[in-house]
C-alpha cells in the first residue's frame, strides 16, 4: 500500500501540551510539538512559532522569527544568543583542541521557530505484515511533483513531532532546491513506556535485539493478532524509501535523505552499513546525513588510544582490554556479534562495508558537542555513551566523528566517498545542526 493511500485516509494529530514560555503558555490545542515553547506570530503570518525542545522554557524574540533558550537574550542582528548567567560555571580550562561545550560560552546560535500543524499517520503495512504499523509525520506535496524527499529520524527523546517540525523549517530555509517539491518524513521509533494504539510498533530497547538504534526487532507483543510477528526499525526505513522509489507514484523523485541527530544519527549510520533499500537498479539517489551520534560501528578492532604523550593513536585493542571490556568489539561498537540482530543475519559484512565506503554520507558534528560529564563539570551532554566500548572511541562526541572519519580515511583511502562537516558554536542541538549551512549542504545540496 503506497504512501500516498495511507496520507488520503489519515486524520490530523494537533499536539496538546500546557507548557509555560518565558513570554506567555501554548494554547490547549497547540500546533506546536509536545514540549517546545510557544511564540506569539506577532504579525507572522504564518501563526504561533515553535521553539525547539532543546531551547526549553525559551524566550521569544521580537521578529517573531527567533527565540532563545531561558536565561539568554535575542540578539537577532546576529543571529545569537547572549547568555546572561555567563561565568556562574567553573571554567573547566581545556587545551586549545578540546571546544568548549554548548552552554559554557557567553553565547549561542539563535532558534529559528518552526509552525505547525502536525499532520501524523500510520503506515502499513511493515515488511509485508498488514497488521504492524509505525506512526509517521508527513508533509507531503502532490506526489507527481516531489523531486526530492527527507526522511528524519528523532533521538532518544522520541520527539518525531519535534524533528519534524525541523525538517520542515529547513526544507523551507534551503536554497538548493525548489522547497515545493520537498516531501518531509518522520517515523516515530515508539517504546514500551510510550502511549499507543494497537498494532503500532513498539521496542522494548533490549541491547541490541530490541533497540531501535541498531536496527533491533520491535516487540512480539505489537502484533495485535497475537502472532508475535515483529518488524526491524531498519525494515521501517526500507518502507519508506522503496514506497519513495516507486516511479509510478513518485515519477519526478531523483533523491532522497535519511538524516539523524543523536540516537537518530546512530540508526542512520547502522542503517546505511547494510541497508536493503533501494534496488541497486533504481534510479533515485539515497544520502545518509549522521549527525551527533554517541558512537560509530568499527569494521576491525582498531580503536583510538591516547599516548602518555597527549597524542590519540589508532591500535588494536589489546586482548587484556577485550577481556575487561568484550563489548568494545561487539555490535553496536564493532562487528562481532552483528548477527544477533536479524536483519543483519546473513549479510557479508566485508562487503557490506567496501559499499558503505562509497555510500553518500556526510557526518555533521556540532563543533561544541564536546561534553563529558565524567570530564567537564557542569556541562550538559544529553546522554552521551560512556560505556567503556563508547569511551574506546573517544572522549566526547566530536571528537568521535572526527576521528571516526579518520578511521575511514585509513581503512579505505580513496575509496571512500563520506564527507564530515563541522557546525560552529554548536553542541548537541537536532535544529542548530540541521538548520545550518552545513546540514542545509549536507542534506539538500546538488553535489552527491
Known sequence: MILTNVLRRASFLMAVILLESATGSCPTQSPCPAGNSCCPPRGNPLGVGCASLEAGNATCCSDAI????????????????????????????LSSDWPLPMGMNSFQPIYRLCHGPLPKFDARPISGRPDLTVPFYAKVPTAHTVTFAV?????????ADDYFCTGVEAATLQQHRDSSTIAVFAPHFLEDEDQRSPGELYWNMSFPTGNWKGGGESSPKADSTGKGATASS???????????????TYPALTDIAVIGHSAGGQTVHRYALAAKAPPKTNIVHVRYV????????????????NGTDGVWSLKNVPPSVVSECPEALEYFYGLSKIDTVPYFRGRDMAHEAIVYAQSDVT???????????????????????????????????RFRAEHYFFYLQQKFGDTLKHRIAFVPNVGHDHSLIFESTQGLTATFGLGS
Open 66 to 93: 527567533h527565540a532563545c533558550p531561558q536565561s539568554y537574550t535575542c540578539d537577532v542582528a546576529r543571529k545569537r544568543c547572549i547568555s546572561t548567567t555567563h561565568g556562574e560555571l567553573p571554567d573547566p580550562q
Open 151 to 159: 526522511i528524519v529520524v528523532h533521538g532518544s527523546a522520541r520527539n
Open 234 to 248: 531498519f525494515d521501517v526505513l526500507d518502507f519508506f524509501i522503496f514506497e519513495l522509489a516507486n516511479r509510478t
Open 290 to 305: 549522521v549527525s551527533n551520534p554517541s558512537t560509530f560501528t568499527y569494521f576491525d578492532n582498531q580503536r583510538w588510544f
Open 363 to 397: 557526518y555533521v558534528a556540532g563543533n561544541n558537542d564536546t561534553c563529558n560529564e565524567d570530564l567537564i563539570l557542569g556541562c550538559e551532554s544529553h546522554g552521551l555513551d560512556r560505556s567503556c566500548g563508547a569511551m574506546l572511541q573517544g572522549p566526547y562526541r
